[in-house]
């Protein structure tokens, strides 16, 4: 997931906070997922609303896995002049 992040741009305060958040709300919510499985007497309906509750929670946990990979990246952002070059434009 990382090959996208070779040419990061600077990201504003307000971006950084939104992923702090995000990564922190997913970890939670793949967390309460699992603490939330009701037993259900039915042994084919528990193994199917179980596998649905896990791939949830992975879901969930590979979100927070993404934006932590945006805040690693965002951490040490290409200096400003670099972005500009290499692309043809003479401004």
């Given at each position: 997931m990382s090959d996208g992040m070779a040419?990061?741009?600077p990201v504003t305060p307000a971006q950084l906070r939104a992923l702090t958040r995000t990564?922190?709300?997913t970890?939670?919510?793949a967390e309460d997922l699992l603490t939330h499985l009701p037993d259900l007497g039915d042994l084919p309906t528990q193994r199917l609303l179980d596998a649905w509750v896990e791939q949830a929670a992975d879901t969930m946990r590979a979100l927070a896995e993404c934006a932590e990979e945006h805040l690693l990246g965002a951490s040490s952002p290409a200096p400003a002049s670099s972005s500009s070059r290499?692309?043809?434009?003479p401004r």
């Open positions: 040419g990061a741009r990564r922190r709300v970890r939670d919510i290499g692309t043809g434009d």
